[in-house]
């Protein structure tokens, strides 16, 4: 049996499925798995989180592009239409795999492009609560993998998913995660002891605080002394422009007490919402990793959201909301003081998002479903 692992979106997707590779390559000696990406920059990071799995044996590809093609995303980032052309360029290559794991939506343009046979499975990436991640277009994957029973009761609620093709209590970003995080020292940013500030906005424009408060943000930072600040935004926010994230760590990264990372691997390993002890953020996913450990938060509504029981927004009931940074000193003392009356809310929101024991591997829980549900017959 030959199963392949696609990588066509950007780099921080990538800690979302490979776990589940590895291990189908330990666990199963007899199934061959293929990696496969856009660029050699990517395939440079793919190689190197296998390392952390040196029992497993996997098969390492570029996909097939025209050489100015893949130049012009190696230097500028993908787009949608640089995907597609991948996936319509290589389709007599995956349809030779008994099935194709991916970690995003674009793929099912494979079935337009004629690649039928394999089975598509889709382990998400991520466990937001924007109801993008819940879309009823999923019904086109052959099996899914989520973290818990919150995906599930809402993709059951939007007939996305059936009974006997999908299976929960999977987050592998943790696994590897864990195994990065063991073999380096701990990373210590700033030479004193003050509370550290991590501010995420996310890259879409119009939910993201960025773009109306970003800068006024990154200022107020620089011209205090209480607080340790790090600007890590959705890895996307600055894929494309690699001129203004120049320009921000030319404007800030001088200040001792702030850390302007515009996407380094930083950014996607847990790193920075490890090591903050509070976060300032909109909507990305990636509060639900901060929370693993409860502490404050503080939630920028710059988008003028109605999001008072809404469930696209359920994550901002976990700290203070606010829709100006008028009063930003006074909200962020108020987050920490506030903390204990959010603090039995987060830890259920986390049960029920990631129906997992913590610091448990869940890889393996995805390799042995993906390969009972292949063995089974789709």
């Not at 939506?105 to 499975?121: D, H, K, M, N, Q």
């Not at 991640?133 to 818990?148: C, H, I, K, P």
Request: aromatic share 14%.
């Amino acid at each position: 049996m030959r199963i392949v692992f696609s990588y066509i979106a950007q780099v921080h997707q990538t800690l979302h499925s490979l776990p589940i590779a590895m291990e189908i390559a330990q666990r199963y000696p007899e199934i061959e798995v293929h990696l496969v990406c856009m660029t050699e920059t990517h395939l440079t990071f793919i190689k190197s989180l296998a390392s952390y799995y040196p029992k497993a044996r996997v098969h390492f590809h570029l996909l097939y592009l025209p050489k100015l093609l893949r130049t012009c995303i190696e230097r500028y980032g993908q787009t949608p239409l640089s995907r597609l052309i991948c996936l319509f360029l290589n389709r007599h290559y995956f349809s030779s795999f008994k099935c194709i794991v991916v970690t995003e939506e674009t793929s099912l343009y494979l079935r337009w492009f004629g690649v039928c046979s394999p089975a598509l499975i889709w382990t998400m990436h991520g466990a937001g609560d924007r109801n993008i991640g819940f879309s009823r277009e999923v019904r086109g994957f052959d099996y899914v993998l989520m973290a818990g029973h919150k995906q599930e009761q809402r993709f059951l609620a939007n007939q996305a998913i059936r009974p006997g093709h999908y299976c929960t209590g999977v987050y592998a970003k943790f696994d590897i995660v864990s195994r990065i995080h063991q073999k380096k020292a701990s990373k210590k940013f700033f030479a004193n002891n003050r509370p550290t500030i991590l501010y995420n906005p996310h890259f879409v424009t119009r939910f993201s605080s960025w773009h109306r408060f970003g800068f006024s943000i990154l200022h107020y930072f620089a011209h205090q002394n209480r607080y340790n600040f790090i600007f890590a935004p959705h890895y996307r926010l600055f894929d494309r422009h690699k001129d203004k994230a120049r320009h921000l760590i030319k404007a800030f990264g001088h200040y001792s007490h702030m850390l302007i990372d515009p996407g380094s691997l930083y950014s996607v390993d847990m790193t920075y919402t490890s090591a903050a002890d509070l976060y300032i953020g909109d909507v990305s996913s990636q509060v639900t990793e901060f929370l693993v450990i409860p502490r404050p938060c503080l939630f920028l509504n710059a988008h003028n959201a109605q999001w008072k029981g809404n469930e696209n927004y359920l994550f901002w009931t976990l700290g203070l909301v606010r829709d100006s940074i008028e009063s930003l000193q006074n909200d962020i003392e108020e987050a920490f003081l506030t903390h204990d009356t959010f603090a039995k809310h987060q830890k259920q929101y986390i049960q029920e998002t990631f129906s997992l024991t913590m610091g448990k591997p869940t890889a393996s829980i995805g390799a042995d479903a993906i390969v009972h549900f292949l063995n089974t017959g789709p």
